[in-house]
Protein backbone atom coordinates (compact mmCIF):
# COMPACT_ATOMS: atom_id res chain seq x y z
CA UNK A 1 0.00 0.00 0.00
CA UNK A 2 2.97 2.64 0.68
CA UNK A 3 4.27 2.08 -2.50
CA UNK A 4 1.18 3.76 -4.07
CA UNK A 5 2.18 7.26 -2.21
CA UNK A 6 5.29 8.56 -3.62
CA UNK A 7 5.40 10.97 -0.31
CA UNK A 8 6.73 7.51 1.28
CA UNK A 9 9.99 7.12 -0.85
CA UNK A 10 10.76 10.66 0.17
CA UNK A 11 9.96 10.47 3.68
CA UNK A 12 11.05 6.72 4.12
CA UNK A 13 11.89 7.09 8.45
CA UNK A 14 8.56 9.47 8.85
CA UNK A 15 5.97 7.47 11.02
CA UNK A 16 2.93 9.71 9.44
CA UNK A 17 -0.01 10.04 12.09
CA UNK A 18 -1.75 12.98 11.16
CA UNK A 19 -4.45 12.10 8.48
CA UNK A 20 -7.33 13.41 9.73
CA UNK A 21 -5.30 16.72 9.02
CA UNK A 22 -4.40 15.74 5.64
CA UNK A 23 -4.22 12.56 3.93
CA UNK A 24 -1.33 11.67 1.72
CA UNK A 25 -2.05 11.14 -2.16
CA UNK A 26 -1.58 7.93 -4.21
CA UNK A 27 0.17 8.44 -8.07
CA UNK A 28 -3.36 7.90 -9.40
CA UNK A 29 -4.26 11.39 -7.75
CA UNK A 30 -0.88 13.13 -8.69
CA UNK A 31 -1.06 11.96 -12.10
CA UNK A 32 -4.13 13.31 -12.30
CA UNK A 33 -3.17 16.40 -11.23
CA UNK A 34 -0.69 16.43 -13.76
CA UNK A 35 -3.11 15.02 -16.73
CA UNK A 36 -5.10 18.48 -16.38
CA UNK A 37 -2.41 21.05 -16.95
CA UNK A 38 -0.57 18.88 -18.97
CA UNK A 39 -3.14 17.52 -21.63
CA UNK A 40 -6.24 18.92 -20.83
CA UNK A 41 -5.77 22.57 -19.38
CA UNK A 42 -8.86 24.67 -20.97
CA UNK A 43 -11.93 26.79 -18.55
CA UNK A 44 -14.62 24.69 -18.45
CA UNK A 45 -18.31 26.11 -18.89
CA UNK A 46 -16.86 28.48 -21.66
CA UNK A 47 -14.31 27.97 -24.12
CA UNK A 48 -16.34 26.73 -27.68
CA UNK A 49 -13.82 24.19 -28.69
CA UNK A 50 -12.64 20.92 -28.58
CA UNK A 51 -10.39 20.89 -25.63
CA UNK A 52 -12.89 22.92 -23.49
CA UNK A 53 -15.27 20.49 -24.28
CA UNK A 54 -13.63 18.11 -23.47
CA UNK A 55 -12.20 19.31 -19.80
CA UNK A 56 -16.08 20.31 -19.22
CA UNK A 57 -17.38 16.89 -19.97
CA UNK A 58 -14.68 15.69 -17.53
CA UNK A 59 -15.31 18.13 -14.91
CA UNK A 60 -19.39 17.17 -15.23
CA UNK A 61 -18.32 13.60 -14.97
CA UNK A 62 -16.77 14.02 -12.20
CA UNK A 63 -19.82 15.41 -10.44
CA UNK A 64 -21.68 12.08 -11.21
CA UNK A 65 -18.84 9.85 -9.89
CA UNK A 66 -19.34 12.06 -6.75
CA UNK A 67 -23.19 11.48 -6.43
CA UNK A 68 -22.84 7.81 -6.70
CA UNK A 69 -19.87 7.74 -4.36
CA UNK A 70 -21.94 9.33 -1.76
CA UNK A 71 -25.26 7.60 -3.16
CA UNK A 72 -26.75 11.11 -3.79
CA UNK A 73 -30.09 10.96 -6.05
CA UNK A 74 -28.36 13.09 -9.42
CA UNK A 75 -25.51 14.80 -9.97
CA UNK A 76 -27.55 18.11 -9.38
CA UNK A 77 -27.10 17.61 -6.16
CA UNK A 78 -23.83 18.52 -5.97
CA UNK A 79 -21.62 21.59 -5.38
CA UNK A 80 -18.56 21.76 -5.78
CA UNK A 81 -16.15 24.08 -2.82
CA UNK A 82 -13.38 24.97 -1.56
CA UNK A 83 -13.61 23.11 1.43
CA UNK A 84 -15.79 20.97 4.26
CA UNK A 85 -15.66 24.70 5.94
CA UNK A 86 -16.68 26.54 2.62
CA UNK A 87 -19.66 24.08 2.14
CA UNK A 88 -21.14 24.59 5.53
CA UNK A 89 -20.55 28.30 5.49
CA UNK A 90 -22.74 28.18 2.19
CA UNK A 91 -25.27 26.37 3.66
CA UNK A 92 -25.57 28.75 6.89
CA UNK A 93 -25.09 31.75 4.36
CA UNK A 94 -27.80 30.61 1.82
CA UNK A 95 -30.23 28.06 3.41
CA UNK A 96 -30.11 29.21 6.61
CA UNK A 97 -31.53 32.58 6.98
CA UNK A 98 -34.55 31.55 4.86
CA UNK A 99 -35.39 28.69 7.70
CA UNK A 100 -34.34 30.46 10.58
CA UNK A 101 -36.28 33.27 12.45
CA UNK A 102 -35.64 35.30 15.19
CA UNK A 103 -36.48 33.40 18.75
CA UNK A 104 -35.59 29.43 16.48
CA UNK A 105 -33.04 27.38 17.41
CA UNK A 106 -30.04 25.82 15.83
CA UNK A 107 -28.70 22.69 17.42
CA UNK A 108 -25.03 21.52 17.64
CA UNK A 109 -22.82 19.81 19.48
CA UNK A 110 -20.38 20.36 22.09
CA UNK A 111 -17.91 17.83 19.76
CA UNK A 112 -18.09 20.31 16.85
CA UNK A 113 -14.67 21.60 14.94
CA UNK A 114 -15.00 25.17 14.66
CA UNK A 115 -16.20 24.60 10.91
CA UNK A 116 -19.44 23.27 12.18
CA UNK A 117 -19.40 25.42 14.79
CA UNK A 118 -18.70 29.26 13.96
CA UNK A 119 -20.90 29.26 10.99
CA UNK A 120 -24.36 28.18 13.52
CA UNK A 121 -22.80 30.76 16.36
CA UNK A 122 -23.02 33.63 13.75
CA UNK A 123 -26.22 32.83 12.11
CA UNK A 124 -27.70 33.02 15.53
CA UNK A 125 -26.08 36.09 16.35
CA UNK A 126 -27.45 37.92 12.59
CA UNK A 127 -31.12 35.92 13.13
CA UNK A 128 -31.74 36.74 17.21
CA UNK A 129 -31.89 32.77 17.08
CA UNK A 130 -30.35 30.22 19.95
CA UNK A 131 -27.69 28.11 19.48
CA UNK A 132 -28.19 25.20 22.15
CA UNK A 133 -24.73 23.10 22.30
CA UNK A 134 -25.80 19.37 23.48
CA UNK A 135 -23.24 18.30 26.73
CA UNK A 136 -20.38 15.64 25.06
CA UNK A 137 -19.64 12.21 26.59
CA UNK A 138 -16.77 12.26 29.26
CA UNK A 139 -13.91 11.26 26.83
CA UNK A 140 -15.40 13.75 24.21
CA UNK A 141 -17.27 12.44 21.81
CA UNK A 142 -21.33 13.90 20.69
CA UNK A 143 -23.66 12.50 23.53
CA UNK A 144 -26.08 11.13 20.74
CA UNK A 145 -29.01 10.64 23.59
CA UNK A 146 -28.94 14.24 24.88
CA UNK A 147 -28.51 15.66 21.34
CA UNK A 148 -31.74 13.49 21.07
CA UNK A 149 -33.62 15.12 24.27
CA UNK A 150 -32.75 18.68 23.17
CA UNK A 151 -34.73 18.90 19.75
CA UNK A 152 -37.91 20.93 20.17
CA UNK A 153 -40.48 22.20 17.35
CA UNK A 154 -38.59 25.16 17.78
CA UNK A 155 -35.01 23.61 16.34
CA UNK A 156 -34.93 24.16 12.94
CA UNK A 157 -31.44 22.83 12.23
CA UNK A 158 -29.33 20.51 13.32
CA UNK A 159 -25.60 20.32 12.44
CA UNK A 160 -23.49 17.64 13.71
CA UNK A 161 -20.16 15.69 12.48
CA UNK A 162 -20.92 12.23 11.48
CA UNK A 163 -17.21 11.39 13.14
CA UNK A 164 -15.89 14.03 15.29
CA UNK A 165 -12.49 14.90 14.73
CA UNK A 166 -10.88 14.54 18.10
CA UNK A 167 -12.69 11.59 19.98
CA UNK A 168 -13.51 9.93 16.32
CA UNK A 169 -16.66 8.68 17.40
CA UNK A 170 -19.06 7.56 14.69
CA UNK A 171 -22.61 9.60 15.34
CA UNK A 172 -26.09 7.40 14.40
CA UNK A 173 -27.45 10.40 12.62
CA UNK A 174 -30.37 8.21 11.01
CA UNK A 175 -32.41 8.22 14.33
CA UNK A 176 -31.59 12.55 14.76
CA UNK A 177 -32.70 12.83 11.24
CA UNK A 178 -35.77 11.46 11.92
CA UNK A 179 -36.53 12.83 14.87
CA UNK A 180 -35.47 16.50 13.26
CA UNK A 181 -37.68 16.14 10.31
CA UNK A 182 -40.59 15.19 12.63
CA UNK A 183 -40.42 18.61 13.99
CA UNK A 184 -39.69 20.03 10.35
CA UNK A 185 -36.34 21.13 10.74
CA UNK A 186 -33.05 20.08 8.63
CA UNK A 187 -30.28 17.90 9.25
CA UNK A 188 -26.91 19.38 7.97
CA UNK A 189 -24.08 16.65 8.43
CA UNK A 190 -20.24 18.03 8.50
CA UNK A 191 -18.35 14.40 6.89
CA UNK A 192 -15.14 15.53 6.50
CA UNK A 193 -13.82 12.52 8.77
CA UNK A 194 -16.20 9.81 7.60
CA UNK A 195 -15.88 10.09 3.88
CA UNK A 196 -12.16 8.30 3.76
CA UNK A 197 -13.06 5.45 6.22
CA UNK A 198 -16.45 4.94 5.75
CA UNK A 199 -18.94 4.31 3.05
CA UNK A 200 -21.13 7.17 2.93
CA UNK A 201 -24.85 7.35 1.59
CA UNK A 202 -26.72 10.48 2.25
CA UNK A 203 -30.23 9.03 1.36
CA UNK A 204 -29.88 6.40 4.01
CA UNK A 205 -28.49 9.22 6.63
CA UNK A 206 -31.53 11.17 5.29
CA UNK A 207 -29.27 14.22 5.80
CA UNK A 208 -30.43 17.38 3.91
CA UNK A 209 -27.27 18.79 3.53
CA UNK A 210 -23.43 16.72 3.56
CA UNK A 211 -20.32 18.35 3.04
CA UNK A 212 -16.63 17.18 2.88
CA UNK A 213 -13.35 17.76 1.80
CA UNK A 214 -10.68 16.24 -1.22
CA UNK A 215 -7.70 16.88 1.03
CA UNK A 216 -8.79 14.15 4.17
CA UNK A 217 -9.87 11.63 1.45
CA UNK A 218 -6.44 10.94 -0.48
CA UNK A 219 -7.40 13.76 -3.23
CA UNK A 220 -5.95 17.16 -3.55
CA UNK A 221 -6.13 20.54 -1.68
CA UNK A 222 -8.40 23.23 -1.98
CA UNK A 223 -11.23 20.72 -3.26
CA UNK A 224 -14.27 20.57 -1.28
CA UNK A 225 -18.19 18.75 -1.98
CA UNK A 226 -21.55 20.35 -0.33
CA UNK A 227 -24.60 17.78 -0.81
CA UNK A 228 -27.90 19.44 -0.88
CA UNK A 229 -31.60 17.96 -1.48
CA UNK A 230 -32.45 19.30 -5.28
CA UNK A 231 -35.67 20.59 -3.83
CA UNK A 232 -33.70 22.87 -1.46
CA UNK A 233 -31.17 24.18 -3.38
CA UNK A 234 -33.17 25.16 -5.61
CA UNK A 235 -35.00 27.55 -3.28
CA UNK A 236 -31.42 28.98 -2.05
CA UNK A 237 -29.84 31.92 -3.44
CA UNK A 238 -26.58 32.33 -4.78
CA UNK A 239 -24.29 33.96 -2.16
CA UNK A 240 -21.29 34.85 -4.57
CA UNK A 241 -21.58 36.46 -7.87
CA UNK A 242 -19.27 36.71 -10.97
CA UNK A 243 -18.82 34.36 -13.78
CA UNK A 244 -20.80 31.36 -15.10
CA UNK A 245 -23.20 30.99 -12.22
CA UNK A 246 -25.71 33.60 -14.61
CA UNK A 247 -28.50 33.42 -17.00
CA UNK A 248 -28.84 36.79 -17.92
CA UNK A 249 -27.48 39.69 -16.39
CA UNK A 250 -29.45 43.51 -17.21
CA UNK A 251 -27.93 46.11 -16.21
CA UNK A 252 -30.38 46.62 -13.42
CA UNK A 253 -31.19 42.99 -12.80
CA UNK A 254 -29.76 39.32 -12.92
CA UNK A 255 -31.27 35.60 -13.13
CA UNK A 256 -29.13 33.01 -12.44
CA UNK A 257 -28.48 29.81 -13.60
CA UNK A 258 -30.14 26.39 -12.83
CA UNK A 259 -28.95 23.58 -10.54
CA UNK A 260 -25.08 23.83 -8.79
CA UNK A 261 -23.86 26.28 -11.35
CA UNK A 262 -25.68 28.97 -9.46
CA UNK A 263 -23.17 28.06 -6.84
CA UNK A 264 -19.85 27.89 -8.22
CA UNK A 265 -19.09 31.16 -9.36
CA UNK A 266 -15.86 32.56 -11.35
CA UNK A 267 -13.56 29.65 -12.60
CA UNK A 268 -13.55 26.51 -10.35
CA UNK A 269 -10.77 24.34 -9.14
CA UNK A 270 -10.55 22.05 -12.24
CA UNK A 271 -7.49 20.46 -11.59
CA UNK A 272 -8.96 19.55 -7.59
CA UNK A 273 -11.71 18.16 -9.76
CA UNK A 274 -9.56 16.31 -11.65
CA UNK A 275 -7.52 14.60 -8.58
CA UNK A 276 -11.01 14.23 -6.63
CA UNK A 277 -12.13 12.06 -9.20
CA UNK A 278 -9.04 9.94 -9.54
CA UNK A 279 -9.29 10.28 -5.65
CA UNK A 280 -12.80 8.62 -5.62
CA UNK A 281 -11.71 6.02 -8.39
CA UNK A 282 -8.38 5.17 -6.46
CA UNK A 283 -10.86 4.71 -3.05
CA UNK A 284 -13.29 2.46 -5.01
CA UNK A 285 -10.85 0.02 -6.41
CA UNK A 286 -9.88 -0.63 -2.95
CA UNK A 287 -11.07 -3.31 -0.80
CA UNK A 288 -12.49 -0.88 1.65
CA UNK A 289 -14.04 -3.07 3.72
CA UNK A 290 -10.53 -4.89 4.72
CA UNK A 291 -8.57 -1.27 5.27
CA UNK A 292 -11.77 -0.73 7.74
CA UNK A 293 -10.72 -3.44 9.39
CA UNK A 294 -7.18 -2.92 9.43
CA UNK A 295 -7.38 1.13 10.95
CA UNK A 296 -9.94 -0.20 13.68
CA UNK A 297 -7.09 -2.94 14.57
CA UNK A 298 -4.67 -0.39 14.44
CA UNK A 299 -6.57 2.30 16.75
CA UNK A 300 -7.57 -0.80 19.09
CA UNK A 301 -3.80 -1.77 19.59
CA UNK A 302 -2.44 1.85 19.86
CA UNK A 303 -5.14 2.74 22.37
CA UNK A 304 -4.15 -0.66 24.31
CA UNK A 305 -0.34 0.38 23.97
CA UNK A 306 -0.91 3.84 25.53
CA UNK A 307 -3.27 2.84 28.14
CA UNK A 308 -0.43 0.50 29.08
CA UNK A 309 1.94 4.03 30.09
CA UNK A 310 1.09 4.90 33.34
CA UNK A 311 -0.60 8.93 32.91
CA UNK A 312 -1.20 8.85 29.34
CA UNK A 313 -5.17 10.16 29.42
CA UNK A 314 -7.20 8.58 26.78
CA UNK A 315 -10.00 10.16 24.52
CA UNK A 316 -12.55 8.85 22.87
CA UNK A 317 -13.39 4.81 22.90
CA UNK A 318 -11.87 1.86 21.38
CA UNK A 319 -14.60 2.10 18.45
CA UNK A 320 -13.01 5.40 17.47
CA UNK A 321 -12.49 5.66 13.56
CA UNK A 322 -8.95 6.35 12.46
CA UNK A 323 -8.44 8.42 15.72
CA UNK A 324 -6.82 8.66 18.69
CA UNK A 325 -6.31 11.30 20.96
CA UNK A 326 -4.57 11.18 24.51
CA UNK A 327 -2.38 13.27 26.64
CA UNK A 328 0.53 12.01 29.13
CA UNK A 329 -0.20 14.23 32.48
CA UNK A 330 2.11 16.34 33.12
CA UNK A 331 3.69 17.11 29.76
CA UNK A 332 2.21 19.78 27.77
CA UNK A 333 1.02 18.20 24.47
CA UNK A 334 3.12 20.55 22.27
CA UNK A 335 5.83 19.51 24.19
CA UNK A 336 5.26 15.75 23.43
CA UNK A 337 4.33 16.71 20.09
CA UNK A 338 7.61 18.15 19.22
CA UNK A 339 9.26 14.87 21.07
CA UNK A 340 7.82 12.73 19.12
CA UNK A 341 8.84 15.06 15.55
CA UNK A 342 12.73 14.68 16.96
CA UNK A 343 11.52 10.93 16.66
CA UNK A 344 10.23 11.25 13.06
CA UNK A 345 6.82 10.68 14.18
CA UNK A 346 3.69 13.43 13.01
CA UNK A 347 1.14 13.53 14.92
CA UNK A 348 -0.87 16.81 15.12
CA UNK A 349 -1.22 19.04 19.07
CA UNK A 350 -3.67 21.74 20.12
CA UNK A 351 -7.03 22.23 20.17
CA UNK A 352 -8.03 21.05 16.93
CA UNK A 353 -9.98 23.69 16.01
CA UNK A 354 -12.74 22.43 19.02
CA UNK A 355 -11.80 25.01 21.46
CA UNK A 356 -15.47 24.60 22.96
CA UNK A 357 -14.39 20.55 23.15
CA UNK A 358 -11.11 21.19 25.10
CA UNK A 359 -13.13 23.65 27.49
CA UNK A 360 -15.58 20.36 28.08
CA UNK A 361 -12.80 18.24 28.98
CA UNK A 362 -11.01 20.45 30.66
CA UNK A 363 -7.70 20.99 29.04
CA UNK A 364 -5.75 23.07 26.77
CA UNK A 365 -5.16 20.86 24.36
CA UNK A 366 -4.68 16.80 22.96
CA UNK A 367 -2.47 15.06 21.09
CA UNK A 368 -3.93 13.05 18.25
CA UNK A 369 -2.96 9.91 16.11
CA UNK A 370 -4.90 9.48 13.58
CA UNK A 371 -4.35 6.88 10.48
CA UNK A 372 -4.83 6.60 6.59
CA UNK A 373 -5.10 3.27 4.79
CA UNK A 374 -1.10 3.38 4.24
CA UNK A 375 -0.20 2.80 8.38
CA UNK A 376 0.80 -0.36 9.90
CA UNK A 377 0.55 -1.58 13.64
CA UNK A 378 4.43 -1.01 13.37
CA UNK A 379 3.17 2.70 13.47
CA UNK A 380 1.18 2.61 16.22
CA UNK A 381 3.71 0.46 18.05
CA UNK A 382 6.90 3.48 17.02
CA UNK A 383 4.63 5.86 18.41
CA UNK A 384 3.33 3.98 21.85
CA UNK A 385 7.36 3.38 22.02
CA UNK A 386 8.41 7.08 21.82
CA UNK A 387 5.53 8.55 24.10
CA UNK A 388 7.29 5.70 27.01
CA UNK A 389 10.46 7.31 26.48
CA UNK A 390 8.92 10.89 26.22
CA UNK A 391 7.23 10.08 29.73
CA UNK A 392 11.00 8.95 31.13
CA UNK A 393 12.70 12.58 29.54
CA UNK A 394 9.96 15.00 30.95
CA UNK A 395 9.15 13.50 34.14
CA UNK A 396 12.25 11.21 35.30
CA UNK A 397 9.78 8.05 35.35
CA UNK A 398 11.49 4.70 34.00
Request: hydrophobic letters at 45%; aromatic letters at 8%.
Amino acid sequence: MREKFPFFAAHPDLVYLDSAATSQKPQDVLTALQDYYVNANANVHRGLYELAYATTAHYEAVRAQVASFIHAAKPSEIIYTRSTTDGLNLVASSFGPQVVKPGDEILISGAEHHSNFLPWQQLSHRLQAKLVVAPVTATGDTDVEAVAQLITPRTKLLALAQVTNVGGGEVALAPLAQAIHDVGGYLIVDGAQAVAHLSVDVQALDADFYAFSGHKMYGPTGIGVLYGREALLEQMPPIQFGGEMIDEVLDQSATWAEGPLKFEAGTPNIAGVYGLGAAITWLMTQDRAAIAQQERSQVLALRQALAAIPGVVLYGSDASIGIVSFNLTGVHPHDLATFLDEQHIAVRAGHHCAQPLMARLGVPATVRASFGAYNTIADGARLAAAVQEARGFFLGND
